[in-house]
């Protein structure tokens, strides 16, 4: 997975082509040797990313949190649809400050008031009301239940927001709940990130799940379910 890197005034572009996955630990270690050398503003453009997975976001993470720990800034541009509907699933979206272009992101350095926007996002909320239970699918006649709450929810896959979480690749049983105890809907899912406490404090606890299997007829469930019920955002005071 090539990552190359170039210079933009004092900010350092890469331009990251292929896949975004397992065998992507080079861009840790290049935003790592840049920090080191003095390098602090950095923009990932992802317009020849083919695919980002669940190893290759983490790998994404990293780099991110690493050039937030040294006080540096960074953006994503032409980030593909699918890989934003990814950021959503885990709740990222509001982490992660993306741009359509690399002017733009560029631009936004030098802007302060884009940094009050760009808080004014990461402090959005999706108002949902909806519970989830959830269990690990085992060979027990009755396993423990685990009680949460849905923050974010696609056809792809939900964010689950509770104290009680489970490792990447655990398989789960989730159960949704709406309006009191009718239960919404049963399916399978992957817990393909649990919550970092630096980067997504207002969601942490939690982890994101991506549905297994899903039938057609669910998904439709799901999507109706949200256009019918997810009628705006809350966005508490700065």
Known sequence: MPARFRESGNITIFDIEGNVDINSSDIIESVGFLLNSGKSNFIFNLSDVNLVDYSGLSVLAIAYKNVMNHKGKARFI???????????????????????????????????????????????RLDMHLKVKYWVVSSQRRPKVFEGNVVNMSGAGLYIFSKYTFPVN????????????????NATATVIWTADKELQPHFYPGMGVSFVHLSNENEKLIIDFIDKNITHRVEPPL
Request: a negative charge; proline letters at 2%.
């Open 78 to 124: 032409n980030v593909p649809a699918q890989v934003l509907e990814l950021f959503k699933m885990v709740k990222l979206e509001g982490v992660f400050e993306t741009y359509s272009d690399e002017e733009s992101a560029i631009r936004s350095f030098y802007d302060e008031s884009s940094e009050m926007a760009h808080l004014r996002r990461r402090f959005k």
């Open 170 to 185: 655990s398989q789960l049983e989730v159960e949704l709940i709406h309006r009191g105890e009718t239960k919404f809907l």
